[in-house]
């Protein structure tokens, strides 16, 4: 699973978000991706968390370096559309839990 934390300027959150409403479903189509979330920050001050999960490191690796993630970057909002620097993060799921359901 990978973090990547983007503190977006007070101003900005809508363009954020709508940058990836546009590219929904490209990421997708990348072999070994299992799922993208994107979180809005409840409190004031607090980073925009972007969580993908890949089947395994390799996966994630392959897209950074295919034509669609540079694609994916190659138009950056401007520097005064965040609020300090961000970072990326990646962790392995040691444990897992869900909801029961009624059978």
Known sequence: MVANRVPVAAGWEETF???????AGQIDKQPGFVRMQILRPQS???????????????????????????????????????????GMEMHEVVLESEAATDR
């Open 17 to 23: 978000e709508e940058r990836f409403r546009n590219r």
């Open 44 to 86: 004031e001050g607090a980073p925009y968390v972007v969580l993908t999960t890949w089947q395994d490191r390799a996966a994630f690796e392959a897209w950074v370096g295919s034509e669609d993630f540079r694609l994916a970057h190659s138009n950056p909002m401007p520097k005064e559309a965040f609020d300090g620097e961000g």
